[in-house]
Antibody, heavy 119, light 106 residues
Framework: EVQLVESGGGLIQPGGSLRLSCAASGFTVSSNYMSWVRQAPGKGLEWVSIIYTGGNTYHADSVKGRFTLSRDNSKNTLYLQMNSLRAEDTAVYYC?????????????WGQGTLVTVSS | DIQMTQSPSSLSASVGDRVTITCQASQDISNYLNWYQQKPGKAPKLLIYDASNLETGVPSRFSGRGSGTDFTFTISSLQPEDIATYYCQQYNNLPLTFGGGTKVEI
């Protein structure tokens, strides 16, 4: 059974750093495109970052230069390193797997982890 | 960036009603369009991909159509469990972008 479990969220001061983890089971992270999508409280969905099977990563302009996406194949885990956090980064962060054969189609999502940036 | 405009932003319908949501892209995205359902406090769920393909396990009362810039999502007979917010999303190119959502109520 495919499962994604995020962790690492919490309350952080503006300018701080946080690393989110997404532990996968039931499939191999490195064999799939994987993304992070966030949702600010009461707002819609915003795509954040993607990592391709080859390891290339791309980010939304809103986080470019501040967020880094990586994976640990031995742990089958995806990471989102978030630096220079701002109040507008406050959101529930979901990791999501691309439907095989349909990049950009998220067929499995984690339960989400809440990041609150506030002093 | 490709802007996705969804309408209406909310609607109220009765059980058994046919419900239609529209999504317009700011440029041609071919059929690279998905529809998701999100219930309160839950992660989104993929319903339709490639504009019209029903994801495995999704009831057939859900359907999608369209190509280019104009797309529609339909629930043929609204059920109580369909109460949720629905989002369209384009994957023609990066950044991936979502519509603003349509909240469906009974």
């Amino acid at each position: 059974e495919v499962q994604l479990v995020e962790s690492g969220g919490g309350l952080i001061q503006p300018g701080g750093s946080l690393r989110l983890s997404c532990a996968a089971s039931g499939f191999t992270v490195s064999s799939n495109y994987m993304s992070w999508v966030r949702q600010a409280p009461g707002k819609g969905l915003e795509w954040v970052s993607i990592i391709y099977t080859g390891g290339n990563t791309y980010h939304a302009d809103s986080v470019k230069g501040r967020f880094t996406l990586s994976r640990d194949n031995s742990k089958n885990t995806l990471y989102l390193q978030m630096n220079s956090l701002r109040a507008e980064d406050t959101a529930v962060y979901y990791c999501a797997r691309d439907l095989p054969g349909c990049w950009g189609c998220f067929d499995y999502w984690g339960q989400g982890t809440l990041v609150t940036v506030s002093s | 960036d490709i802007q996705m405009t969804q309408s209406p932003s909310s609607l109220s319908a009765s059980v058994g009603d046919r419900v239609t949501i529209t999504c317009q892209a700011s440029q041609d995205i071919s059929n690279y369009l998905n529809w998701y359902q999100q219930k309160p406090g839950k992660a989104p769920k993929l319903l339709i991909y490639d504009a019209s393909n029903l994801e495995t396990g999704v009831p057939s009362r859900f359907s999608g159509r369209g190509s280019g810039t104009d797309f529609t999502f339909t629930i043929s007979s609204l059920q109580p469990e369909d109460i949720a917010t629905y989002y369209c999303q384009q994957y023609n190119n990066l950044p991936l972008t979502f519509g603003g959502g349509t909240k469906v109520e009974i």
